[in-house]
């Protein structure tokens, strides 16, 4: 007796239902081309269910807290905080990722894009595998989106109690009274502010020399001050030696910049050093493919992510630098590679103009090139910097921060760089004007609303132009 196998047929499989996944899913559809997208556990990936989203909605709630404080400490306003509702907090970011999911889903159906739940296994150049779905051919071509997860530091186990990643901190039961946060990159330093806005006893370690070290390091210094400011105990060029997780927290020995050995007690241990892609399972021999040396799957054209192997494109996590594992980066990416897979000339994302944001408290935001790249890459810079306090609305925030501004002399701009209060909102504008090559003087010519944070922006780039107002060249 013979038993015949039936092949699915679609133009484009996409694995792994995360930002990039699904957003190359919903262009390819809207495309014409048939779509299968599969997905082991659920569409919008760790941005929307660990990471992006529900830790954005607990940032807002510290917030909250915050300002409370600066009420009734700056502005003579008698408020105080009785108590945090650890399960109300919950069930509103719950909410709020659950109706996020539901719009992905929906979106998905809309655009006629087929979900199929289940592991997905490349069999072949055009073929794959997904358990509980059987076999799939594709036509056009096979997209791979299966994210990452936290990096663990050898000889630490994560129980999501004592010792917790960035995908679990969030879902570990209440508040804790301290935290030590390993990791100084944009996941850590987010983590150490809420849970410091939260009341705990927070220390941060970071084996650079600087907190953000990917970031400018003016940048550094205002966030380190703004931190420590609220309290945060900040350790740069320090490193975990060993850590212990007694039944009632962790206990941790760490060296300090100066050599010194310094014993942390803390209820939790937060590891945010880092990112892994996600491959195991994902059968790369079979279609040809292999990893680098960081695990990633490298793509041999950039200006289409795709792989060695003709019609085999990668988008989010699993890409290299420059790509920067960033949910709105991913977008892009998956736009790209839609557009691509159904014949369309796209423009290759420029990583350069893409910004990035820290939701700390305070924040940082910055786009295009630091001093030091600029610096190194041959340009002759010219440098602005601008603190918010110097303009009316910044006095009234009194939270501190800065503008910077690093422009070819005489030429365009190749990065600015922001920190302070609500700067993940203001970084748009200076995208525009990174990603259009604009030059100060363009910039100068336009008038910003005054009072506002952004007018120092504006106030940053006349006085690169030699229009300064408020402050002189």
């Known amino acids: 007796m013979t038993t015949t196998s039936t092949v699915r047929e679609t133009d484009v499989l996409v694995i792994g239902g995360g930002t990039g996944g699904y957003s190359t899913a919903l262009r390819a559809a809207s495309l014409g081309l048939k779509v299968i997208l599969a997905e082991r556990d659920k569409v919008g990936g760790t941005c929307l269910h660990r990471g992006c989203i529900p830790s954005k909605a607990m940032l807002h709630a510290a917030e909250l807290v915050d300002g409370i404080a600066e009420a009734r400490e700056r502005w003579g306003v008698k408020a105080t905080l009785d108590s945090v509702d650890w399960s109300a907090l919950v069930a509103t970011r719950d909410d709020i990722v659950s109706r996020n999911h539901k719009g992905v889903e929906g979106h998905l159906t809309r655009a006629g894009v087929e979900v199929v739940y289940g592991s997905a296994e490349l069999t072949g150049r055009r073929t794959a595998r997904v358990a509980g779905h059987g076999d799939i051919g594709v036509r056009r071509g096979i997209v791979l989106a299966t994210g990452s997860r936290p990096r663990m530091l050898p000889g630490l186990t994560a129980d999501g109690r004592h010792v917790v990643t960035s995908d679990d901190a969030l879902f570990a039961l209440g508040l804790p009274q301290s935290v030590l946060v390993l990791g100084g990159g944009a996941i850590g330093v987010e983590y150490a502010s809420f849970h410091r806005s939260m009341g705990a006893e927070v220390t941060l370690v970071e084996a650079a020399d600087r907190l953000l070290p990917l970031e400018d390091v003016d940048v550094s210094r205002h966030l380190t001050r703004g931190l420590k400011k609220r309290g945060v105990d900040v350790q740069v060029g320090a490193r975990l030696l060993e850590a212990v997780v007694p039944d009632d927290g962790i206990r941790a020995t760490v060296r300090t910049s100066r050599g010194e050995t310094r014993t942390v007690e803390a209820e939790r241990l937060l590891v945010a050093v880092g990112r892994v892609p996600v491959t195991d399972g994902l059968g790369l021999a079979a279609a040809g493919l292999a990893t680098d040396d960081r695990g990633c799957v490298a793509p041999a054209d950039r200006t289409r992510l795709e792989t060695a192997v003709p019609g085999i494109h990668v988008v989010g996590d699993l890409l290299p630098p420059p790509s920067l594992g960033l949910a709105h980066a991913s977008f892009a990416e998956g736009l790209l590679v839609a557009e691509?897979?159904?014949?369309?000339?796209?423009?290759?994302?420029?990583?350069?103009?893409?910004?990035?944001?820290?939701?700390?408290?305070?924040?940082?935001?910055?786009?295009?090139l630091t001093e030091a790249e600029a610096r190194n890459a041959g340009h002759e810079v010219a440098v602005n910097t601008m603190p918010l306090t110097a303009v009316a609305k910044g006095m009234v925030h009194g939270q501190g921060g800065m503008v910077k501004v690093v422009a070819e002399r005489g030429g365009r701009v190749l990065g600015v760089h922001l920190v302070g209060p609500n700067v993940s909102e203001m970084i748009a504008e200076s995208q525009l004007i990174v990603g259009w090559d604009a030059e100060p003087s363009d910039v100068a010519h336009h008038v910003h609303a005054h009072p506002t944070l952004s007018e120092a922006v504006g106030e940053a780039f006349l006085t690169l132009a030699g229009r300064g107002l408020h402050q002189q060249a």
């Open 340 to 368: 691509t897979l159904a014949g369309l000339s796209s423009p290759a994302v420029d990583y350069a103009a893409v910004p990035r944001v820290t939701y700390s408290s305070p924040q940082t935001a910055s786009v295009g």
